[in-house]
Nanobody
Framework: QVQLVESGGGLVQAGGSLRLSCAAS????????MGWFRQAPGKEREFVAT????????YYVDSVKGRFTISRDNAKNTVYLQMNSLKPEDTAVYYC????????????????WGQGTQVTVSS
């Protein structure tokens, strides 16, 4: 069992930055690939970024490439999402998720989810 708790969301102006954190419980964090997803009002949950167990491989949705960076610290059981050059269309609830072994862009493959943190970007 893994419990995930996101933090770091908030209100920011367009062009600004935020760093989201996701703290995981348990001693097996390094055995899980991690992902960030987001859901805007009236829209389906969308893949944002994923990182492998060792942190050596990352993958992003095209709309955030060059602006967002996913990273992890296995010693701290934490995964991060650094978000720069934020746009109003980035406004959503952001969720972190964990899945055993390899990375994926498919939400249904992730076993554990956090409660989400709201990110609002004003124009």
């Amino acid at each position: 069992q893994v419990q995930l708790v996101e933090s770091g969301g908030g209100l920011v102006q367009a062009g600004g930055s935020l760093r989201l954190s996701c703290a995981a419980s348990g001693r097996t964090f390094s055995t899980y690939a991690m992902g960030w997803f987001r859901q805007a009002p009236g829209k389906e949950r969308e893949f944002v970024a994923t990182i492998n167990r060792s942190g050596t491989y990352t993958y992003y949705v095209d709309s955030v490439k060059g602006r967002f960076t996913i990273s992890r610290d296995n010693a701290k059981n934490t995964v991060y999402l650094q978000m720069n050059s934020l746009k109003p269309e980035d406004t959503a609830v952001y969720y972190c998720a964990a899945k055993p072994t390899v990375t994926s862009v498919r939400a249904q493959e992730y076993r554990y989810w956090g409660q989400g943190t709201q990110v609002t970007v004003s124009s």
